[in-house]
C-alpha cells in the first residue's frame, strides 16, 4: 500500500513532491493485532492544481481498495513554507478519509505540535524525500498543551467512540501529567493503570477492543468507566500550560 501510495503521489504530483511520512501507531511498538489507521504528511512545494486535486482523489479511491489499510489512511498535504512554521497548518490538498472518497475542504492539522514532537524525537517513518526532522520547528509546552486541550475536546464531544476516548484520554493525562507528549496510546494505557487500579476494567476493555479481542460486557465497562478517566485528564491539563520551553 506504502508503495502504491507514494507511486501515485508521484505520478500526480511530480517534482511538487517534498515529502511523505507517516507518524502514530505505526511508529511505535504495539500489543500484536493493534488496530491502527495510517497517519500521514504529505509535503508539496506548492499548492496542488484542480488536476492534481482530482487526480488526488481518485488516487486515495483507489488506494481505498487495497484491504488492510488502503481504506485508513489518514493526513493531511502540507505546503512546505508552512511546515516549517509553528502555526496549524491547512491542508491543501485535502484530508482523507472523507465522505464518498472526495477531497475534505481547508481542514487544518490541530494536533501540529503534537505531530512535530512525534517526528523530533524519532517518530515517524520517512518513506521518500526531505526528512521532516529538519524541517519542522520544536513545539512549545503552550503550543503542546493546546493542542491535547484539542485532543480532549474532541474525546468528549465523540462518546461513541468508546475505546478510542479511554485510550486517547489516559494519552492525554499521562502527557499532561508527564509533560511528555511522544507516547503510544498502549504505552500510556500501562502507565495509567498504574497509576490508578480502579481504571483497570475500562482500560482492559479498551485495549482488548484495539487487539481485536473484545469480550462481553467490555461496552458496559467503558461506558461505566469513560468518566473517570477523562476526569483525571481535564485535571491534569487544568493545572495549565506553565511555562516549560520545547518538549
Not at 111 to 138: E, F, M, Q, T, Y
Not at 142 to 163: C, K, T
Request: proline share 8%.
Amino acid at each position: 500500500m506504502c508503495e502504491a501510495f507514494l507511486g501515485g503521489l508521484g505520478d500526480v504530483l511530480g517534482d511538487a513532491l517534498v515529502s511523505l511520512y507517516m507518524y502514530g501507531a505505526v511508529a511505535f511498538p504495539r500489543p500484536e493485532g493493534w488496530a491502527l489507521d495510517v497517519d500521514f504528511h504529505v509535503l508539496v512545494a506548492r499548492p496542488p492544481t484542480d488536476d492534481q486535486r482530482d487526480g488526488l482523489t481518485r488516487l486515495h479511491r483507489r488506494l481505498a481498495e487495497r484491504p488492510p489499510y488502503g481504506s485508513d489512511l489518514d493526513g493531511y498535504y502540507v505546503l512546505l513554507g508552512d511546515a516549517g512554521r509553528s502555526a496549524p497548518p491547512t491542508s491543501v490538498g485535502g484530508v482523507f478519509p472523507s465522505t464518498g472518497g472526495g477531497v475534505v475542504a481547508a481542514p487544518v492539522d490541530d494536533a501540529w505540535a503534537l505531530h512535530r514532537a512525534a517526528v523530533l524525537a524519532g517518530r515517524s517513518v520517512l518513506l521518500d524525500g526531505r526528512d521532516p526532522r529538519g524541517i519542522v520547528v520544536a513545539p512549545t509546552w503552550a503550543e503542546l498543551h493546546a493542542a491535547l486541550r484539542s485532543e480532549l475536546d474532541f474525546v468528549v464531544g465523540h462518546p461513541e467512540h468508546a475505546a478510542f476516548g479511554v485510550l486517547n484520554a489516559c494519552r492525554i493525562a499521562y502527557s499532561a501529567t508527564t509533560k511528555d507528549v511522544v507516547v503510544s496510546k498502549a504505552a500510556a494505557a500501562e502507565w495509567a493503570m498504574a497509576s490508578e487500579p480502579s481504571w483497570r476494567p475500562a482500560i482492559s476493555a479498551g485495549l482488548r477492543s484495539y487487539t481485536g479481542r473484545p469480550a462481553p460486557g467490555d461496552d458496559d465497562l467503558l461506558a461505566a468507566g469513560r468518566a473517570p478517566i477523562l476526569s483525571a485528564a481535564e485535571e491534569a491539563l487544568r493545572a495549565g500550560p506553565g511555562t516549560g520551553g520545547s518538549a
